[in-house]
């Protein structure tokens, strides 16, 4: 069976993405900033996952305020990334994995989450920005398939913290009854605190944003009880987006291991966040099954050397 193994949690600065596609990173500025996904590069070469749900949002490249989909689900077998108005970011097209994102849409909305069927998307920096940050930038290929999941957090109202973690759980259980034996990784992308526009422009809370990344690890249920209304206060106008990481943690188990954590201000005005946190269930049921009977095998073997 397909198996959530980890969940990663990451920024989407767009000025990330430009710094990346103009040679920019040996910067002192932008060094500070990608030194530390290093080490999360490292992890996820080591991981190779087979699919990546990514969930992000949309930031009025492939829907406008005519149409805004609360949760848009991406079926298609390619993504093409996005013109946000200075030329597409030049990264290969990402592939998509229509099978396993057909079967989520069905598993998840006979679960009563309605989400929306999108068979043709382009993605932003939302979404290719966290890629590049833990796949670094490959000439020709992703190295695994891509599943987006758009997430409304432009126009109000978006989804309550709740939701979205619930969202999370159910889309475990779809991917847990796909009979494929996937490596799946999810990620919740945007945040952490940042406001673009208003008289409190630039804001940034460091010790809110060090707070709920804390809460994430050990203490997500905490989370999932913020109203709307103080990730506005307390982490900025669009520090709302910090409600697409309740996704990622729903879908992991409750008690996690969490193996890299990464956090610096500013880029551009935005604080950047980043967390790996893995399941500590990671083998398949069958695999798991195999290697408790292994374990108590081996412990009966040395029980009867000790005693016999
Ligand atoms: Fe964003």
Not at 141 to 170: D, E, F, Q, S
Request: glycine fraction near 8%.
């Amino acid at each position: 069976m397909a198996n959530i193994i980890a969940g990663i949690g990451s920024s989407h600065v767009p000025a990330i993405g430009a710094a990346l596609d103009t040679g920019k990173t040996e910067e002192p500025y932008w060094k500070r900033v990608f030194s530390g996904f290093e080490r999360s590069k490292e992890w996820m070469a080591r991981t190779k996952p087979d699919v990546a749900i990514i969930v992000y949002n949309d930031h009025a490249s492939a829907f406008s305020v005519e149409i805004i989909p609360t949760f848009a689900l991406g079926c298609a077998a390619e993504f093409p990334p996005a013109d946000e108005g200075w030329g597409p970011r030049p990264v290969p097209v990402i592939k998509g994995h229509p099978e396993l994102a057909a079967h989520i849409a069905q598993s998840v909305i006979l679960d009563e989450f309605d989400l929306t069927v999108v068979n043709k998307m382009e993605v932003d920096h939302g979404l290719t920005v966290p890629m590049s940050l833990l796949f670094g930038q490959p000439k020709e290929a992703w190295p695994c398939r891509v599943i987006p999941l758009a997430v409304n957090v432009v126009m109000y109202p978006p989804p309550t913290g709740h939701r979205c973690y619930m969202l999370g759980k159910a889309i475990r259980r779809a991917v847990e009854s796909y009979p494929e034996d996937l490596k799946v990784v999810i990620f919740g992308t945007g945040g952490l605190s940042h406001q673009i526009s208003g008289p409190r422009a630039g804001l940034i809370n460091s010790k809110w944003d060090k707070a709920f990344l804390d809460d994430l690890s050990r203490n997500p249920k905490k989370l999932t009880r913020i109203p709307h209304i103080e990730y506005m206060r307390e982490a900025g106008a669009e520090g709302i987006e910090m409600v697409m990481w309740l996704i990622m943690r729903g879908a992991l188990d409750d008690k996690v291991e969490e193996v890299y954590r990464f956090y610096t201000v500013p880029a551009s005005n935005t604080a950047v966040g980043h967390i790996i946190l893995e399941n500590r269930r990671k083998l398949p049921a069958m695999t798991r099954k195999a290697a408790v009977g292994r374990r108590r095998q081996a412990a009966h073997r040395a029980d009867h050397r000790i005693t016999g």
